[in-house]
């Protein structure tokens, strides 16, 4: 009888080296997949691919209530890793109030979003027009999501029903109501021009 359970043991022990041979061989195999998954992840990252998308509309809100709609012809957005978004064939954003109404209106033919800064960047022929018809034109403006502000370090031409004003470097709040030119270069009447 003594040889017979003897006999059992050692393939009790067999059995659970075996088991053990198994897990290790799937654990080792498991390594060697996420390895492999690290791979492919790297190479899809290192290698980006542009989305485009043609007649976008994009709503921007806070706490529900509408901020913005982004109009564009073309939108290309890069999922690098700081991504951001370019319109190429420009954009046309208008700026809500409280009231659901829009405060005012500012187009360019060109734009570039950086998604995680939430800012917007603006070039060639900007143009911004608020409620009260006051018209801003310069070739850079930045709207920067984070502050509800507009700035550029450019040169600045803003045409009120009374002045046409030329300046170098300018702040706003995203409505245009409040402004503020950092360096005025001159002012002209509307009405001395109106007589040239």
């Known amino acids: ?18 088991l053990f041979g198994l897990f290790y061989a799937l654990f080792l195999s498991a390594c060697d997949m996420s390895a492999e998954k690290e791979k492919v992840e790297k190479i899809l990252s290192d290698t980006f691919f542009t989305e485009q998308a043609e007649n976008v509309e994009m709503h921007y809100s806070d706490s529900g209530t509408l901020k913005a ?8 957005r890069h999922p690098v890793e700081e991504p951001f978004t370019t319109f190429n064939k420009g954009i046309t954003t208008y700026f809500y109030g409280p009231n659901g109404k829009v405060n005012n209106s500012v187009k360019s033919n060109y734009g570039i979003s950086y998604d995680s800064k939430k800012i917007i960047e603006l070039r060639n022929d900007v143009r911004v027009v608020n409620a009260q018809q006051e018209k801003l034109n310069t070739d850079k ?4 999501q984070n502050t509800g502000k507009i700035h550029t370090d450019e040169f600045v031409k803003i045409t009120t029903p009374e002045n046409i004003i030329f300046g170098e470097g300018f702040e706003a709040n995203q409505d245009f109501t409040e402004y503020r ?10 009405d001395e021009k109106d007589k040239q």
């Open 1 to 18: 009888m003594q040889p017979k359970a003897r006999k059992v043991m050692l393939f009790r022990t067999g059995y659970k080296a075996l």
């Open 69 to 76: 709609i982004i109009y564009a012809p073309v939108l290309e």
């Open 181 to 190: 030119i950092f360096k005025v270069k001159g002012t002209i009447s509307v």
């Open 141 to 144: 403006l930045i709207w920067d």
